[in-house]
């Protein structure tokens, strides 16, 4: 298992970007796919973004489509989450998670998860 530790979230305004990043710990961190998930009060935790260990296969959910891009740096054990033009329907906790299998959008499948950060987007 990994370590994760996220970093980045805070206060914006509708409309602003947001940086969120994952420092992963341990030698074989391009052996994990890495995903982004988010849970906002009262709701479910949400697949948000993952991606394959060499960088080279991404996927998004539905609702972050072209707004949002992870991105990972294998070099610097760390896996970003870039967020645009943000909603206040983004307003969550946003989790790094690690999967030493498979690349996936299921939850179940993420071993190692991180503390959280939280990110509230006003309208």
């Known amino acids: 298992q990994v370590q994760l530790v996220e970093s980045g979230g805070g206060l914006v305004q509708a409309g602003d970007s947001l940086r969120l990043s994952c420092a992963a710990s341990?030698?074989?961190?391009?052996?994990?796919?890495m995903g982004w998930f988010r849970q906002a009060p009262g709701k479910e935790r949400e697949f948000v973004a993952a991606i394959s260990g060499n960088g080279g296969n991404t996927n998004y959910g539905d609702s972050v489509k072209g707004r949002f891009t992870i991105s990972r740096d294998n070099a610097k054990n760390t896996v970003y989450l870039q967020m645009n033009s943000l909603k206040p329907e983004d307003t969550a906790v946003y989790y790094c998670?690690?999967?030493?299998?498979?690349?996936?959008?299921?939850?179940?499948?993420?071993?190692?998860w991180g503390q959280g950060t939280q990110v509230t987007v006003s309208s």
């Open positions: 998670a690690a999967a030493a299998l498979i690349m996936s959008s299921v939850a179940a499948d993420f071993g190692s």
């Open positions: 341990g030698r074989t961190f391009r052996r994990y796919a």
